[in-house]
């Protein structure tokens, strides 16, 4: 019997420990926070249950990042995410993970002091400065699937990879972030636990997850739905826009199915033959054929030093896609979950 899961052997830990603090007599969090040792700065992003500040450490004036939680505005799958996320942190340390450095509960909101990256997204790099040149988008994605290799071997799964939840420090490294979807995904004496729900961010999700069974489930390996999510991360930055357009659903599932995709026109001439087959083997329907993150790592186009030329790569076994439009790379903020 195949484990999914709905089965409670696949949910992450959320029973995490924390330091827990009350204010008292009209003390603020502030004092509470100054004596942890950091700072609260600036404001530098806000969402519907978050709030992100540029944080001082006062030890030796080194910049942070504190992501500011609302718990008692969270629903209860939203606080299981931001459980998730907090157990992933502190099981994970890769030089292209976002590095925790410490989290503790004021009131009824949780702290959560992290790796600052000064250059923002990847998806705002890509919107701003338009495509990425072939040389540095085979560094990024070098060290993004590196950082998902990693996290694969450990046995979990991202679940919603995309170009936003990529950070670029100050010296232009890529940094993997926000884990709240993912979830440990095989365990040795229960081989993979697949998966049944649809989460994730659209325009980055796999067939297999868009398109249910024939009798009305689902039922997905999520780390070989990770590499669809790679292939349309490296599509995207070197095309600034998107394989397969989101807003057909039922169109969109189609041309998954048959390939029917290309690179855009502007661009086609622009890439090697070798990033050109690596996207294609990304992004193959089938997941049982798909490229393995041991198939990508061992790839020519990730095999060159990123200041060598490219060399002459044989064509002749990549498969040939279809036509079909593709679309200026939009915001990323909307994420499915069901």
């Not at 007599?25 to 978050?50: Q, T, V």
């Amino acid at each position: 019997m195949k484990e999914t899961d709905d089965k409670d052997s696949s949910k992450i830990p959320i029973n995490l420990q924390t330091d827990i603090y009350q204010t008292k007599d009209g003390e603020k969090p502030d004092s509470i926070i100054a004596r942890r040792g950091y700072r609260l700065k600036d404001k530098i992003g806000a969402g519907a249950f978050a709030t992100v500040f540029k944080t001082i450490r006062l030890t030796d004036d080194f910049v942070v990042a504190c992501k500011v939680i609302e718990v008692k505005r969270k629903r209860k799958e939203r606080l299981t995410d931001l459980k998730n996320e907090l157990f992933v942190l502190e099981k994970v340390e890769h030089p292209n993970i976002v590095k925790l450095f410490e989290h503790f509960v004021i009131d009824d909101k949780v702290y959560i002091f992290m790796e600052f990256a000064a250059s923002g997204t990847l998806s705002e790099y890509v919107r701003k400065k338009g495509p990425v040149k072939e040389k540095r988008a085979r560094r990024w994605f070098r060290e993004i699937a590196s950082a998902m290799h990693h996290l694969h071997r450990l046995n979990i799964s991202h679940r919603d990879l995309k170009l936003g939840n990529i950070l670029l420090d100050n010296e232009k490294k890529a940094k993997v972030t926000d884990f709240g979807l993912s979830r440990i995904s095989y365990r040795p004496t229960k081989g993979v636990l697949y998966c049944t729900s649809c989460c994730g961010t659209e325009p980055y999700m796999a067939p297999e997850i868009l398109k249910k069974r024939s009798d009305g489930t689902r039922l997905y390996d999520p780390m070989i739905a990770d590499i669809w999510a790679l292939g349309v991360c490296l599509y995207a930055m070197v095309n600034k826009a998107y394989p397969f357009n989101p807003e057909d659903k039922e169109l969109m599932i189609s041309n998954q199915l048959h390939r029917k995709w290309k690179f855009v026109r502007r661009q086609k001439n622009k890439l090697s033959n070798e990033v050109k087959d690596l996207v294609r083997h990304m992004l193959e329907p089938n997941p049982r054929k798909r490229i393995t993150m041991l198939g990508i790592m061992g790839h020519p186009w990730l095999k060159h030093d990123e200041h060598a030329d490219a060399v002459a790569f044989d064509s002749s076994k990549q498969t040939s896609p279809n036509t079909v439009s593709t679309i200026r790379l939009p915001g990323e903020s909307t994420k499915s979950r069901k």
